[in-house]
T-cell receptor
Framework: GAVVSQHPSRVICKSGTSVKIECRSLDFQATTMFWYRQFPKQSLMLMATSNEGSKATYEQGVEKDKFLINHASLTLSTLTVTSAHPEDSSFYIC?????????????FGPGTRLTVL | KQEVTQIPAALSVPEGENLVLNCSFTDSAIYNLQWFRQDPGKGLTSLLLIQSSQREQTSGRLNASLDKSSGRSTLYIAASQPGDSATYLCAVRRANSKLTFGKGITLSVRP
């Protein structure tokens, strides 16, 4: 089946620094990638949708200047948390749809645990 | 606005028991519904996907049903095993491809 990877799997950083998370589709071309955020015992909240080569579409309440998304190629999207603060600590998960299994299914990455001190 | 509810939040059963996990959603205009499994600190694994025109899907010991008109879906797990312990999330997809997730049900199967 289609595989989506994320890197890093876990990151700890100091308040005020920026952190970049990569999401890659390993064996298919991802025309659309989604970024989610999950707090403990909460559901996944969609942050933004990105299509290759175009600007990301952010959900209401998500600061686009704080969460920079770049979908530069059909296999890579990056999420940069700028000037991170402790309240940004969360589990970030990406997913991708594309030509692998049609557009009905989103394939999810393993997630990135961000801890901001 | 679509809302997805999963109750209860947690469930503990003895090994071997058949069980049903419930999911309800407020807007019946869905494209499909999907059940996922999430292990602690991990990403999501898709279990079953039901198109809006379908009533159920089966995979091994899992069976998912969909009643779109009443806004409900169930995930049936037969002969539960300790390895089934995880959080199970349901998500509904709208026509714009966006998924709306429930908070999940944390299942513990006791040996």
């Amino acid at each position: 089946g289609a595989v989506v990877s994320q890197h890093p799997s876990r990151v700890i950083c100091k308040s005020g620094t920026s952190v970049k998370i990569e999401c890659r589709s390993l064996d298919f071309q991802a025309t659309t990638m989604f970024w989610y955020r999950q707090f403990p015992k909460q559901s996944l909240m969609l942050m933004a949708t990105s299509n290759e080569g175009s600007k990301a579409t952010y959900e209401q309440g998500v600061e686009k200047d704080k969460f920079l998304i770049n979908h530069a190629s059909l296999t890579l999207s990056t999420l940069t948390v700028t000037s991170a603060h402790p309240e940004d600590s969360s589990f970030y998960i990406c997913s991708a749809t594309g030509l692998a299994g049609g557009t009905d299914t989103q394939y999810f990455g393993p997630g990135t645990r961000l801890t901001v001190l | 606005k679509q809302e997805v509810t999963q109750i209860p939040a947690a469930l503990s059963v003895p090994e071997g028991e058949n069980l049903v996990l419930n999911c309800s959603f407020t807007d019946s205009a869905i494209y499909n519904l999907q059940w996922f499994r999430q292990d602690p600190g991990k990403g999501l694994t898709s279990l079953l996907l039901i198109q809006s025109s379908q009533r159920e899907q089966t995979s091994g010991r899992l069976n998912a049903s969909l009643d779109k008109s009443s806004g409900r879906s169930t995930l049936y797990i037969a002969a539960s095993q300790p390895g089934d312990s995880a959080t199970y999330l349901c998500a509904v997809r709208r026509a714009n491809s966006k998924l709306t997730f429930g908070k999940g049900i944390t299942l513990s199967v006791r040996p």
